[in-house]
Nanobody, 121 residues
């Protein structure tokens, strides 16, 4: 099985910074695209940012210029550096990874348990 464990959430004041981490473990042949999504109360889960195993990135418009996604393929870990945080960034942040567990398997999507980010003064 494949497990995703997130860390780094918390309470921060507007304008502050946080760094989220997500480590992928288990039966892994290759990890393709990794990403971060978020879900605010009463809203649907939405894309924040993704990164391919080649390093190509994609960001949602609300976070462009403030958030940076990166990955360490040797550690099977993806990061999200969040700067200039705003109240509207408050949400549960979920890590996602497209994983092949063997050379014969297709890609499957796996999710972390989520980590709370609260931006408030």
């Amino acid at each position: 099985q494949v497990q995703l464990v997130e860390s780094g959430g918390g309470l921060v004041q507007p304008g502050g910074s946080l760094r989220l981490s997500c480590a992928v473990s288990g039966s892994i042949f290759v990890i393709h695209t990794m990403g971060w999504y978020r879900q605010a109360p009463g809203k649907q889960r939405e894309l924040v940012a993704t990164i391919t195993n080649g390093g190509s990135t994609n960001y949602a418009d609300p976070v462009k210029g403030r958030f940076t996604i990166s990955r360490d393929n040797a550690k099977n870990t993806v990061y999200l550096q969040m700067n200039s945080l705003k109240a509207e960034d408050t949400a549960v942040y979920y890590c996602n990874a497209e994983v092949r567990v063997s050379i014969l398997s297709g890609r499957n999507n796996y999710w972390g348990q989520g980590t709370q980010v609260t931006v408030s003064s």
